[in-house]
């Protein structure tokens, strides 16, 4: 078991042993410096954040681990240009190649970097938005500047809730409702990444995977973050699955593949992210039927050899098809054996589908033509 498998589940669990309790005190200390450390850092930013001369909006969230931001800023940028706007996403890029000096993903005409210099939720949002430029750089300050000289009239700022370096006219704060506040901690004896008021800085809450929870525990979550920010609007929003794009059309930014096509056809999926289990999920969802799956670590590096063994396996339970998430997809552009697989890969593309009227989120920029 991992370090981090072994804290995770830590955190989860309500009887823990004496040694494990002894290992919670310690991690309560180490939480406590971490959010001092947080709360200064934060006043000193704020203090001292520049304005860059158009609208932002940052979408981000109050936990570590994923919420759901790529697929609604996906979302967001398309109403936004369907509003008249046009829009620029910047993005830190983590571990990518162009983190440090920071660069251009995307002109809103063409890729312009590979997967690895733009990092692969930056590379996706690319791929899925080809009218909407994608900066990436650890300086979003620079990113933010750049983005206005290349025409942009409106930011979406991803993963910017602890950003405070720059100037926000919106604060879009997702949370995922099968956790949404991060077992009450501050890392690492919990998730949270601040301290709960910082939700009082918050424009508009979304509640992610809002349909993988009781509606009872929705609306307690409802009362929660009213207690925390008061008025602030919330919608509920979850994950659908949208097509079923054959590889080599996603890799050219086709996105065709109507899911009546797959309708019952054998896939075996293949994906390496944080669970695996809700993938299987939104696959049946849309009308697979899965005959097996292989199941990597989050973030797994693909290699041609990984491929050989997804489509061994493929072949011996007999699929139709391999089926895999855009983000996994990303990661397995450049090899070589996608090229001559005898099994063909196809990418279950998803969408944030808002459970309640989306003009709640176009209000958070009506006001900034």
Known sequence: MSLENYVTGLMKNPAPSFGDRLVLHLLEKLEKVYLSQVVMKRKKDRA???????????????TAGGTGK????????????????????????????????????????????????????????????PKVPVLVGRDRIASARR????????????????????????DIVLLDCTNPFGYGHGLPRGLLREPLDALKRASLFILTKSDQVSPEKVEEIKGHLAQEAGSVPVISACHRPS???????????????????????????????????????????????????????????????????VLSEAVKYGADMIVTTEKDAVKMMNLLEMERAVVPFYVLEIEMAFLEDQSLIEKQWEDLK
């Open 243 to 309: 097509k079923a794009v054959p590889f080599a059309c996603w890799k050219e930014r086709v996105h065709e593949g109507d899911l009546s096509s797959i309708q019952g056809k054998r896939a075996y999926l293949v994906s390496g992210i944080g669970n695996p289990k809700a993938f299987a999920g939104t696959a049946k969802e849309a009308g697979f039927f899965l005959t097996g799956e292989m199941a990597y670590d989050d973030h797994h590096r693909y290699t041609e050899e990984d491929v050989r063994n």
């Open 147 to 170: 983005a206005r000289e290349m025409g942009a009239d409106m930011l979406l700022m991803d993963d910017g809730f602890q950003y405070w370096k720059l100037k926000r006219d919106r």
């Open 48 to 62: 001292h954040a520049a304005d860059c001369g158009i609208p932002v909006i940052s979408v981000g969230n109050i």
């Open 70 to 129: 790529t697929p609604c800023i996906i979302a967001m940028a398309d109403m936004l240009e369907k509003d008249g706007f046009h829009p620029t996403i910047i993005s830190r890029g983590y571990r990518s190649g162009l983190e440090k000096e920071g660069g251009v993903v995307s002109d809103g005409k063409r890729i312009l970097v590979s997967q690895s210099m733009a990092g692969d939720e930056p590379y996706m949002m690319a791929l899925k938005l």
